[in-house]
């Protein structure tokens, strides 16, 4: 299961008043959609360890029908179906996780689930802090800063970068001593001619390529994008890997479409809680 991950306007203190957003949620009624149909914030909502985490069913029209006794379609009645859709919202990095769904019926959408979602929020955050629920747009960072940084403070032991056909001069010295820069320079900028494009490393488990001078020539040159990097964290004492094509979305790994509120909610507030250093470096749009 993923989600959009979308950030809100940071709050200066939430006073300790984080559960009481999760008691105005659980107390909502159903709201009206239109065309006699409904949606509803499930009860249930969870909060632990600063993540809010809930979901919200929203009826639909179905798009099925009955056959009747003379092999004629008729419409089916007494049947009432909803959509679930879970979302979170971390106290922490003021993210707010949607999730990234595709609804078959006609009358729903996530552009609707989003609003009908930030509307709810944005009445809870009055009630509760006396401020709004201000959603932003969150992008993929277009430059290797991001990477660059969790290469520089991390043991990393997997590296992939493209467009290094287009590289250009290296420019940026890789090492104190003068002699190799211009030893490392001379065979990246000349003597390469490969027309290599897509560059895969990855060190053994023990190993690490922080300073292993292809992948610093790399991941320093001009125009080079950095897709991936795998890297050992030292405060969760385990590996983690941080895509690019990924970072607009957050994944909630071993969680059915299908799964469990209690299930699904409890797998999301832990990995909330493990990945928050990511969800901090997430950007919003200009």
């Given at each position: 299961?993923d989600?959009?991950?979308?950030?809100v306007?940071e709050?200066?203190?939430?006073?300790?008043?984080?559960?009481?957003?999760?008691?105005?949620?659980?107390n909502?009624d159903?709201?009206d959609?239109g065309?006699?149909?409904?949606?509803?914030?499930?009860?249930g909502?969870e909060?632990?360890?600063?993540?809010?985490?809930?979901?919200i069913s929203?009826?639909f029209?179905?798009?099925?029908y009955?056959v009747?006794?003379?092999?004629?379609?008729?419409n089916l009645e007494?049947?009432?179906?909803y959509e679930?859709?879970i979302?979170?919202?971390d106290?922490n990095?003021n993210i707010?996780l949607?999730?990234n769904r595709?609804?078959p019926?006609?009358?729903l959408?996530p552009?609707?689930t989003?609003?009908r979602?930030t509307?709810?929020?944005n009445?809870?955050?009055r009630?509760?802090?006396n401020?709004?629920?201000?959603v932003?747009?969150?992008?993929l960072?277009?430059?290797n800063?991001m990477?660059l940084?969790?290469?520089k403070?991390n043991?990393v032991?997997?590296?992939e970068v493209?467009?290094?056909?287009?590289r250009?001069?290296l420019?940026?010295?890789?090492?104190?001593?003068p002699?190799?820069?211009?030893?490392?320079?001379?065979?990246w900028?000349?003597?390469?001619d490969?027309?290599m494009d897509?560059l895969?490393?990855?060190?053994?488990i023990?190993?690490?390529?922080n300073?292993?001078?292809v992948v610093?020539?790399a991941i320093?040159?001009?125009?080079v994008?950095?897709?991936?990097?795998?890297?050992?964290?030292s405060?969760?004492?385990k590996?983690?890997?941080v895509?690019?094509?990924?970072?607009d979305k957050?994944?909630v790994?071993?969680?059915?479409r299908d799964?469990?509120?209690v299930?699904?909610?409890?797998?999301?507030?832990n990995q909330?809680?493990?990945?928050?250093?990511?969800?901090?470096?997430?950007r919003?749009?200009e």
């Open positions: 299961m989600f959009k991950i979308y950030r306007f709050k200066v203190n939430y006073e300790g008043k984080e559960h009481k957003v999760q008691d105005y949620l659980n909502l159903f709201f959609a065309q006699n149909l409904k949606y509803v914030i499930n009860s909502v909060y632990e360890r600063g993540v809010l985490v809930g979901s929203e009826e029209i179905p798009n099925s009955k009747n006794e003379d092999r004629t379609l008729g007494g049947f009432e179906p679930r859709t979302f979170a919202y106290f990095t707010f949607v999730q595709k609804y019926p006609k009358n959408d552009g609707r989003l609003n979602l509307d709810i929020m009445d809870a955050f009630s509760v802090f401020d709004s629920f201000t932003i747009q969150t992008t960072p277009e430059g800063e990477f940084n969790w290469f403070v043991r032991t997997e590296v493209s467009n290094i056909n287009q250009g001069t420019r940026e010295d890789i090492y104190a001593k002699s190799l820069n211009s030893s490392l320079k001379e065979f900028n000349v003597e390469d490969s027309k897509v895969k490393v990855r060190s053994t023990d190993g690490e390529l300073n292993n001078p610093l020539a320093h040159s001009p125009d994008i950095i897709d991936k990097i795998r890297y050992y964290d405060e969760e004492d590996q983690v890997t895509q690019r094509s990924k970072l957050f994944v790994k071993d969680v059915a799964e469990e509120s299930t699904a909610f409890q797998q999301v507030i909330v809680n493990e990945n928050r250093r990511i969800l901090r470096n997430i919003s749009e």
